[in-house]
C-alpha cells in the first residue's frame, strides 16, 4: 500500500465536470473569464453560508490578507503581530504593505498563537493582531478579540485553513473584523487553481477590498483609480467548479473530522513513547491537517515511509528564522515553543477519500514506531 502524503486523484470524480464548466464558459457569448456573475454568485453563497453581510472572491488566499491589510489603511510604520509559527503569508503580506511583522510565540502543543505573547508584543505602534489557524486548531479567538479591543487595534483572522471550521457558535472567518480563506489545491475546499476569499461584516473592508482587488476601480467607471490596487481578481472557471464542490464541503469536512477522532483515539495512549496526538474534541476545530508531535520527527517520518505512508513537515522552521524574515526577529527575542514545533511536528494523510483501511493502516503504521519509553 502506498500513500501519499498529497492525493493526485482529489478532482478525478469531476473530471466530467469540470470539462463541461471550461466549455460552458468558454463558449459562452460574453466571453467572461473574471469577475463574472459566476464569481458573484460564489461570493453570494459562501455570504450566505458562514453568515456574513460580504465575501470578497479574491486571486488567493495571500493576496486576501494583503488587501485586508491595505483596506484598514496599515502600512509603514505599522507593526502587525502574527505568529512565530506558520505559512510564510502571515509575514510575507505585512511586509508586502509596508509594515513590520512582530512574531509571537505559540502554544506547545496546539501550535496556535499564544495570547498572552500576543499582548506582550503589542506596542505603540501595533496597528492590527493577526491570529492564523493551525492545521486542526482554531486560534483563542474570544481572547484575541477581548485583547485587540482592549488594545484598541485591529484584528485579522487568517482562517485561510480553517474553513467550516467552528468555535463556541460562530464560523472560522467570522470572528476577526475580516477573514480570509484559501482554495489552493490543498486546503480543504481547495480548487482546480488559485484563488482565496475576504470575509467579513464592515462595509468599509469590503468596499475597499472589492476596488483594491481590481486596480482600485469601483466596478463602474472603467480606468478610474480610486485607490492604488493590486491584481487579485476571481476566475469564473474556478467560480463554476466551487459552486459545484460547495454542497459537498460539510460532508468532506465530517469525513476528516471522524478520521482525526480515530486517529486521536489510537494515538492518546503513546504519549509515553514521545508521540503526542492534537488534542480531541470538534470545538473550534479544522482538520484541514492533521499533525501530531513527535519527539523522533525525522525517525517516524522515515518509518511511515518505510510502510508506504507519506507524511509532511508543516513547517521546517519559525517564520523569524526563515532568511527571508529574519531582519524582523527582534535581537534577544526567542520563541521556543515555535523551534519545538518545527523540530517535533509531523502531518498525516486525512484527505476525506481515505478509506477506512487505509486509515487503519496508517494508525497502525504509527503505533507499530518502535518509540523510546520515556
Ligand atoms: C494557505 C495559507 C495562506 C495562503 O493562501 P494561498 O491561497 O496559498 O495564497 C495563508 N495563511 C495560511 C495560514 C495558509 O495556510
Known sequence: MTLPFFPPDLFDDDRQTILDIVRRVGTAAEQRFILGERTAAFERALAAQVGAADVIACGSGT??????????DI????????PAFGCAPLASSVVSVGATPVFADVHPWTMVVEPYEVAEAITARTAAIMPAHMFSVMADMPTLRDLSGHHGVRLVEDSAVAQGGVLEGV???RWGE???YSFVQVKTFGTIGEGGAVVTDDPEIARAVRMLRNHGQDGRARFV?????????FDEITADYQLHRLPGLAARLER?????DYYTERFTPLAGRGIQPPPAGRDGRCFYVYSLLADRRDDLKRHLATHGVGSH???????????????YARPGQYWPHAELASARTLALPIYPHLTDAEVEHIADTVCAFPGEPR
Open 63 to 72: 493576496t486576501a490578507l494583503t488587501l485586508v491589510l491595505r483596506s484598514m
Open 75 to 82: 502600512g509603514p510604520g505599522d507593526e502587525v503581530v502574527v
Open 171 to 173: 464560523p472560522a472567518g
Open 178 to 180: 475580516a477573514g480570509v
Open 225 to 233: 483609480h480610486h485607490l492604488v490596487g493590486h491584481n487579485s481578481r
Open 256 to 260: 476528516r473530522a471522524r478520521i482525526a
Open 313 to 327: 513537515v508543516y513547517y521546517p522552521a519559525p517564520l523569524p528564522a526563515q532568511p527571508a524574515f529574519a531582519r
